[in-house]
């Protein structure tokens, strides 16, 4: 198939999907390094959310590069790097410092990706109408994020090899999407080579309102929500059928329930509607979760799943489209990346989740994450409703 005739916006659209997928593979694998290695719930716990280390400070470096110089010079190498990741934790084995490694380069693969390509799907996809870059990009990474884990955890329960064999299917396909996005075209948008004016704008648009109280307060609700659903809830009851694939069943249900919803957020229209709703089914999601906890009904994990992953879903596609609102087209890069840095504070959340069940009961964790948006909730749509001052 000809790379010409893939339109622009899915060539780079693909790459999105194939560093997601390569990001959250790992979340099937945890019961199976505890069970190879003999590492504690804390630790592996811990390997999951260390991504975010590597991700976080790369998202703030590469996003603002790519804004003066282009984002196919930042994804490129991006591309390979997600590569060498994979190849790490192949390797890695029950090696606890080289699948630490691994996470590290994964998140650093990540973060030079997501805010980069995420601003190269909106630019070239100025045709359409406003938000479609944001939903596509959404999709694209939600796809990638639950395709994953769903893959990975198949391949661990029933196929040898259970620490090599479920990373190769994200080796292959970056075969293909090396092919397909190498030489994705650019957009015509008029750069920042003046440091400072880039920099001013940026600033601008993080200090408004709807940015300090509505971004802010719902961005880690996105991965916040979701790794509740597929690493923290199902601790609640025992899952004795093949756990292994389970796991990466509750992540892809989670995770793809997410694009499924991407439908719904397009007819709702105003971003502040889709946080709204958001935030109710997070609400919903931790309710139910409540209910698995005191009932012990397993069967359970699964609507608490699809609830949780309504709200990342929704969570992710609103605030991405706030960000595109306030955003010059030369900052989109800079301040997508610091939306997904306040998204991916969420990570903390099972490893935070651990601790907090040493004192608390899981009904009580539930609650206290009730308590959490109902507080916020209505500062956070007071906020979206007022419309950010006009950039200059």
Known sequence: MATSRVPAWLRVAAALFAVGWGANQFAAMLLVYREESGASS???TALFGAYALGLIPALLVVAPISDRIGRRKVMRPVLVLSVIATVVLLVGGDHQAVLLLGRLAAGVASGAAFAPGTAWVKELSADGPPGTGA??????????????PLVAGV???????????????HLLLMVLVLAVAWNAPEATVVRHHDEARRRSGVWEAMRSRPFVLGITLTAPWVFGAAATAFATVPTFVDIGLAPVAVTGALCGLTLWTGVAVQPLG???GDPRLVIGVG?????????????LASTGQAWLVLPTAMLLGTAYGLILVGGLTTVEGLADAGDLGALNA??????????????????????????????????????TAPVVLAALARPAPARR
Request: hydrophobic letters at 60%.
């Open 42 to 44: 804390e630790a592996v």
């Open 135 to 148: 939903r596509r990009a959404t999709l694209a990474l939600s796809a990638g994020f639950g395709s994953g």
């Open 155 to 169: 391949v661990a329960q029933w196929l040898p090899a259970p620490t090599v064999l479920p990373y190769v299917p």
């Open 266 to 268: 397009r007819r709702l």
């Open 279 to 291: 935030l109710a089914a997070v609400v919903a999601g931790l309710l139910a979760g409540l209910l």
């Open 338 to 375: 610091v939306f997904y840095s306040l998204t991916y504070v969420g990570f903390g959340a099972p490893l935070l989740s651990t601790l907090a069940l040493r004192h608390l009961s899981p009904e009580e964790l539930m609650l206290v994450g009730v308590a959490v948006v109902a507080v």
